[in-house]
């Protein structure tokens, strides 16, 4: 494992931000890190990257316990709050930006002029922060924050403030450095990014982990046992037993199996009744659609450990 969280834990006076958090990310996955405002997220972001110090637990990078000095060449983190100087000429930051984190002068130009042609932003290496949109930021901050080359790269809602064109370009990015064996963490309140990027999620909510695996895996895990059957035409049908409808239009049934049905019944029930059928196929929850129910149905307020 690139990244192993044991037992985490940070109380402040009134509450627990990380209560008990565990979780373990693999070498070159996209780890997607997810929870309502306030679940503790950011705190948790903090003590991986030896910003704050957990009260008790352990941040193991390639299976040895984290420390500062050795480790943080090794982590990009971009927060969710930006950080650039908004007077400085937006190739000077980056320049100066890279030499901070232990590059040349020659190899952070070097760099820099390779991630912002890929980027497209060759044409702003004069621009200043403050004339840049906040799109154009979010590319700039991306940029500051991969150009070390990072083993773990956490991205705190990238996408803010990016047209789908430029959103599409810096998904390509992540996909790209994700296969070459940078470890991501994304954390982001949008379900259907989520969907798209990640391998592997964690739910906190509440300073608690509620839920932890794979994409795939979560979502055979939350399935209600809902299918669609779609007709090719108009032909009439009737509904077995053993099935709820819950839609219905001229050429589509919605429903869900009752305890004891089987997919296979109802599909055979149809092929005998002589009905034409074009497609039928189970239909799995989205991450938001979990998201909100495990979120819903978890404690409204954290209890204090005497």
Not at 30 to 49: E, Q, V
Not at 263 to 276: A, K, R, S, W
Request: glycine fraction near 8%.
């Amino acid at each position: 494992m690139l990244l192993s969280v044991r037992n985490l834990k940070k109380y402040y006076a009134t509450q627990k931000a990380v209560d008990d958090i565990s979780f373990d990310i693999p070498k070159g996955s996209i780890f997607g890190l997810l929870g309502p405002n306030g679940a503790g997220k950011s705190t948790l972001l903090r003590m991986i990257t030896g910003i704050f110090y957990p009260d008790s637990g352990n941040v193991l990078l390639n299976d040895i316990p984290f420390d500062a000095e050795q480790h943080i060449g090794a982590i990009g983190y971009m927060p969710e709050e930006r950080g650039l100087y908004k007077k400085m000429k937006i190739g000077e930051q980056a320049l100066y930006l890279a030499r901070l984190r232990g590059l040349s002068k020659q190899e952070a130009e070097r760099r820099s002029k390779e991630w912002f042609s890929r980027l497209e932003m060759s044409t702003w290496w004069n621009k200043k922060v403050e004339d840049l949109s906040k799109g154009m930021g979010q590319k700039l901050q991306f940029v500051t924050t991969v150009i070390h080359n990072p083993e773990l790269l956490i991205l705190d809602e990238p996408f803010s403030g990016l047209d789908p064109v430029n959103a599409n370009v810096l998904k390509d990015e992540i996909f790209r450095l994700a296969q070459e064996g940078t470890t991501i963490i994304f954390s982001t309140h949008r379900m259907e990014q989520v969907e798209e990027i990640c391998d592997r999620i964690v739910l906190v909510n509440m300073g608690k982990k509620i839920l932890d695996g794979s994409v795939k895996q979560v979502k055979q895990e939350y399935k209600e046992h809902i299918f669609t059957l779609t007709l090719d035409g108009d032909a009439p049908v009737t509904i077995p037993e053993g099935i709820k409808l819950l839609k219905q239009n001229d050429r589509q049934l919605v429903f869900q199996l009752e305890p004891g049905s089987g997919q296979n019944d109802v599909l055979q029930y149809y092929i005998h009744q002589g009905v034409p059928i074009q497609a039928f196929q189970e239909v799995l929850p989205s991450l938001n659609d979990i998201f909100i129910r495990l979120v819903q149905g978890t404690a409204n307020a954290r209890a204090f450990e005497q």
